[in-house]
């Protein structure tokens, strides 16, 4: 087989292996509720499990990097009652799940603005942080009150504040700085991102860091999306063709 050219930006790898980091924006958990007559939250715990069953899946893909969008900063301007149980969701699962972690040596991270989270939240956040910090199989990084330009902004409000206390150059400021100040720093970027639901947005998910990810928009709704159909997309990443710029050689 011919050596695909590579060239920066991007790191070369062999993509026959699947994608290594994979994100999922994980919509449509609210029609899948209505469709069903039943109220948004439904839809909500019910995409819970299907949270459950793909990272279970997600080492046996060979996927070592699994990062999901659970809620974004837009989300906040949903109904009390819907961002309430979001939230009391979110807690739930955390503490439900985290011996399981272990258990899985999966290691849970969080992105996004922690500081607008009630206290109680960014405690269990915190904690499934710290007991899992050992953990290598799968990296899961949950995206809560994340959005992407309010995590540059933030980013370059740290980078500014390093400049005016002298302890970053100006002149230096190149592509791989500004990288470093995102909640993100440690994450490779992602190979794939995935929506759900039929909608061929990216809403503010990842935007530094997906410059060259494949998209994959599916049409069905999160809580319908089992591990095969999680496989399969997988499998067709493989076939594809990422050439970061460059041409094929
Ligand atoms: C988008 O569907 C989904 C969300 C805003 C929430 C995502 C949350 C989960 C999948 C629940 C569990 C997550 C974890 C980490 C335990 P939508 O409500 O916008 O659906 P719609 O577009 O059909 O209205």
């Known amino acids: 087989m011919m050596q695909k050219a590579r060239m920066a930006p991007g790191k070369p790898r062999d993509e026959r292996a699947g994608p290594r980091h994979v994100a999922i924006i994980m919509d449509g958990n609210g029609r899948w509720a209505q469709s069903r007559g039943r109220p948004r939250l439904f839809g909500h715990h019910a995409g819970a499990r299907r949270v459950r ?102 980013a370059m409000r740290r980078l500014a504040r390093d400049v005016a206390e002298g302890r970053l150059d100006p002149d230096t400021v190149d592509e791989q700085t500004l990288p470093r100040y995102l909640d993100t720093r440690v994450l490779p970027d992602p190979d794939l991102v995935i929506r759900t639901s039929g909608e061929a947005r990216i809403s503010n998910f990842l935007l530094w860091q997906s410059a060259y990810a494949e998209y994959e928009f599916i049409d069905t709704l999160w809580p319908d999306f089992t591990r095969d159909i999680f496989a399969r997309v997988l499998s067709q990443y493989g076939a594809r063709d990422r050439r970061f710029g460059a041409v094929s050689a």
């Open 53 to 154: 069953e793909i990272v279970a899946a997600c080492p046996d893909l060979g996927v070592g990097y699994l990062t999901i969008f659970a809620f974004s900063t837009e989300n906040w301007k949903r109904t009390q009652t819907e961002v309430a149980g979001l939230m009391s969701l979110f807690r739930r699962y955390i503490v439900k799940e985290m011996q399981e972690f272990v258990r899985e040596d999966v290691r849970v991270r969080f992105i996004g603005d922690r500081y607008r989270l009630e206290p109680g939240l960014r405690a269990l956040m915190g904690e499934a942080e710290e007991m899992t910090a050992h953990c290598t199989r799968l990296n899961l990084t949950i995206a809560i009150n994340y959005g992407g330009r309010d995590e540059v902004a933030r």
